[in-house]
C-alpha cells in the first residue's frame, strides 16, 4: 500500500517580466490585488497571470478596462501583470490602478490627465462583514408571530 506524502511541492512560480527597464506598481480594488510591471521598451504584450490579455479577460469590456490608462493616455507600453483574489471587474480595475500608478512614476505629466479621468483613486468601496445574530451583514432572521 502506497504512503501519501504530507509535503508538498512547491510550485514553480514564472512571472513574466518586459525585457529591459520597468515600473512596478500595486493596484487594488475590493480583494483582488494586482502587481504590474510596466516596460517602456517600445511597444510590448500585455500579459495577465502568464496569459494574453484576451486570453485572461474574455470579454471586451474587461480587456478595455484594463487597457484604458494606455489608451487615454497614448502610451506604448509592454505590461505584465500578477493578479489575485476578487471577481473578474475588480481585478480589471485593480490592473487599471496599477497601471495608471507606474505611467506617473515615470511621466510625472500624466498625473493630473489620470487624475481627471479618476484612475488614480483606489475605490475604497469593501464587502460589510456579517455580523453575529443575523444572516447577512443586515438582514435579520425571519420574524414569525405565531
Known sequence: MATKSSVKPKKEEAVIVPQGK??????RRKTAIARVRVSFQGQGAFIVNEKPLEQYFQDPF???VAKDALQRTGVAAGVSVRVQGGGVPS??????????????????????QLKGLGYLTRDP??????KFGLKRARRGPQWKKR
Open 91 to 112: 481585478q480589471a480595475e485593480a490592473i487599471r490602478l496599477g497601471i495608471s500608478r507606474a505611467l506617473c512614476e515615470e511621466n510625472g505629466e500624466l498625473r493630473p
Open 22 to 27: 520597468y515600473i512596478e506598481a500595486i493596484g
Open 62 to 64: 474587461f480587456q478595455n
Open 125 to 130: 468601496r469593501m464587502r460589510e462583514r456579517k
